[in-house]
């Protein structure tokens, strides 16, 4: 019955790879984000859905693009993927102004 | 540029002890929010103040805002070592800005049993 879902919640992968993080809420929400937090912690928000609708994208290189096949699912894919691209990922969603954290993707480029 | 700083970066107190983090912002906002990571966990929301409000309280936490001054401050009374984690601080402009929130880089709180 968790409310914010993530898979994986580790990837481990080669640089050049493309790799996905799939992201699933059950609360009902209209609206669903990604975050990716660094390595000093300092969490940045990249992408914003409502209703399956991008509302919010940030300046992220053009190599990350998210896809939201209904508005329960926020999925990110990565291509080409970098050493800079290490971090932990997290989805979020919420109703109103209180967002709803998942648990978070540790990504390690090698 | 970053929107929250907060102060201190890390705090280490005895359980039982009050435990208070700053958080400090540049532009106007509709609301504030604070969060906590446990360690290599998601963020929860502890509490949310908006803009017209100066002061909110919820079970152990107590919130204060300060527009004028830009800055807000997060009081936790009588911490138990459970309330170990990262605290964040999180500002929300509103407008054509809602739901975007802006993170500042966290105080890390260290109860000691």
């Known amino acids: 019955d968790t409310a914010v879902s993530q898979t994986p919640k580790y990837l481990v992968t080669q640089m050049g790879n493309d790799k996905s993080i799939k992201c699933e809420q059950n609360?009902?929400?209209?609206?669903m984000y990604w975050y990716k937090q660094d390595s000093k912690k300092f969490l940045k928000i990249m992408f914003s859905?409502?209703?399956?609708?991008?509302?919010i994208n940030e300046t992220v290189p053009n190599r990350f693009s998210p896809k939201s096949p209904d508005k329960a699912h926020l999925n990110l894919h990565i291509n080409s993927l970098e050493l800079g691209d290490s971090a932990v990922y997290f989805c979020?969603?919420?109703?109103?102004?209180?967002?709803?954290f998942g648990p978070g993707t540790r990504l390690l480029v090698l | 540029s970053q929107q929250g700083e907060e102060d201190p970066q890390a705090l280490s107190i005895q359980e039982g002890e009050n435990a208070t983090m700053n958080c400090s912002y540049k532009t106007s906002i509709n609301n504030l929010q604070w969060y906590r990571q446990n360690s290599g966990r998601g963020l929860v929301h502890l509490i949310l103040?908006?803009?017209?409000?100066r002061e909110k309280h919820s079970g152990r936490l107590r919130v204060t805002l300060d527009t004028s001054k830009k800055s807000s401050s997060l009081l936790i009374t009588a911490s138990r070592a459970a309330d170990t984690a990262s605290y964040f601080c999180a500002t929300e402009k509103g407008g054509t800005s809602y739901g975007k929130l802006t993170f500042g880089q966290g105080t890390i709180l260290t109860v000691h049993p």
């Open positions: 609360l009902g929400h209209d609206t």
């Open positions: 859905y409502n209703n399956k609708e991008l509302i």
């Open positions: 979020a969603s919420s109703q109103e102004e209180t967002q709803y």
């Open positions: 103040i908006r803009s017209n409000e």
